[in-house]
Structures are given as structure tokens and as C-alpha cells.
């Protein structure tokens, strides 16, 4: 597509619970990164997949997280047993090429409350 | 400890004013990028800075990496209310690190 897609838009969900969020890549992009996104601290970085490379998941918080990049394209970020301290914007970007200095597309987000 | 201090933090101004906003950091990097995002969607690119002491232009904006390659700042000239937004600058590295942001208003 033309764009980073994100779904879905907005997510509220009850403690404990699990929640997939979805994220659609420019087409060609090799590079995909997850960052959360909370008010008043900037976004932080939580995994990056660069081709078929293994994923840097060094920003994961905790183990309820994971992540995978199905194909090289698609990539679904996983809460597992929410925590009401996960409630955040969840950010994709993607990159034509991973690492240093190169521009970076964003999807819209993925506004995640938990209840 | 955050990798990128962006200052201010919040701006409020009125149309027709000029503002900078900082980005400082006590690591080199070997480039460095200005996002704007506006509230319910993702940051989207405005520059690339790569050389130090490197100016760019973006219509009213101008983006200046320092010759450190430590520390940038943008400059707008003449705000409007369109330019309302958080500023956010990242710094490359295999992650890209992104400050907290300044989030900025401009009041018509």
C-alpha cells in the first residue's frame, strides 16, 4: 500500500486479556520497528526486523510481549495478560533499509487502553 | 537517563512569532532527523541532517546540526497555526533513539 498500515485504531480491552495489533508495511520496506508510545515519554523502542535477519527484541519490556514478521512483511505485535500500565500508542514504522539515518514511515498507531 | 533532551518541552505561541526548539545530547551521531506529529497519527519525516555544522531549509523551517554532530535545532519562522504539533528528533543509530519531544501550539 502507500502507507504504514496499523489496525486496529483504537483497542480498549480488560485486564488480563490478550490483544494482537497488526501492522502492513510499505510494500518492499525490509526494515519494520515497533515503539509504544506514552504521554509525556517520547516513544520507546520495543523490537526491529531487518529482512530475515533475527528480530532485535532488546526493547521488549517484559515476556508478555512477542512479536513476529510473518513473510517479511505483515507483523503482528502480541500482549499477553495486559496490564493496565500497557495502556499506550503502539507505533509501526517502516524503512526501505534498516540502521542508521535513513527516513523513516510511520503508521497512524494503535491506541491501546486497558480497563 | 534520556538520550535526546528536547527543549522546551511545551510551547504555546501566537501566530507571526518566530520560536527554536533544542535537541541535545552528549552522544555523536552520525545523523540526525526532525519529525512532526500531529494528535491521532504517526510522526512524519521533515529532514535528514547528516554533516556537521549542515543547514537545511523547509519553507519556514531551518533544521541545523551541529559541527559536534551532538545537537540540532529548528527554527520557525512566522508560525501558523498549521505548524501546531509535537517536534520530535531522533538520532541514528542501529534504533533510532527519539527525544520526548516539544510539543508546540500556535494560537491564530
Known amino acids: 500500500g502507500a502507507g504504514v498500515s496499523q489496525s486496529p485504531s483504537n483497542k480498549v480491552t480488560e485486564k488480563g486479556k490478550d490483544v494482537e495489533l497488526r501492522c502492513d508495511p510499505i510494500s518492499g520496506h525490509t526494515a519494520l520497528y515497533w515503539y509504544r508510545q506514552s504521554l509525556g515519554q517520547g516513544l520507546e523502542f520495543l523490537i526491529y526486523?531487518?529482512?530475515?535477519?533475527?528480530?532485535?527484541k532488546s526493547g521488549l519490556p517484559s515476556d508478555r510481549f512477542s512479536a513476529e514478521r510473518t513473510g517479511g512483511s505483515v507483523s503482528t505485535l502480541t500482549i499477553q495478560r495486559t496490564q493496565q500500565e500497557d495502556s499506550a500508542v503502539y507505533l509501526c514504522?517502516?524503512?526501505?533499509?534498516?540502521?542508521?539515518?535513513?527516513?523513516?514511515?510511520f503508521g497512524s498507531g494503535t491506541r491501546l487502553t486497558v480497563v | 537517563t534520556q538520550l535526546l533532551e528536547q527543549s522546551p518541552q511545551f510551547l504555546s505561541i501566537q501566530e507571526g512569532e518566530n520560536l527554536t526548539v533544542y535537541c541535545n545530547s552528549s552522544s555523536v551521531f552520525s545523523s540526525l532527523q526532525w519529525y512532526r506529529q500531529e494528535p491521532g497519527e504517526g510522526p512524519v519525516l521533515l529532514v535528514t541532517v547528516v554533516t556537521g555544522g549542515e543547514v537545511k531549509k523547509l519553507k519556514r523551517l531551518t533544521f541545523q546540526f551541529g559541527d559536534a554532530r551532538k545537537d540540532s535545532s529548528l527554527h520557525i519562522t512566522a508560525a501558523q497555526p498549521g505548524d501546531t504539533g509535537l517536534y520530535l528528533c531522533a538520532g541514528a543509530r542501529h534504533i533510532p533513539t527519539f527525544g520526548r519531544g516539544t510539543s508546540l501550539i500556535v494560537h491564530p
Open positions: 526486523f531487518q529482512g530475515n535477519s533475527a528480530p532485535d
Open positions: 514504522a517502516s524503512s526501505s533499509r534498516g540502521g542508521a539515518g535513513y527516513g523513516y514511515t
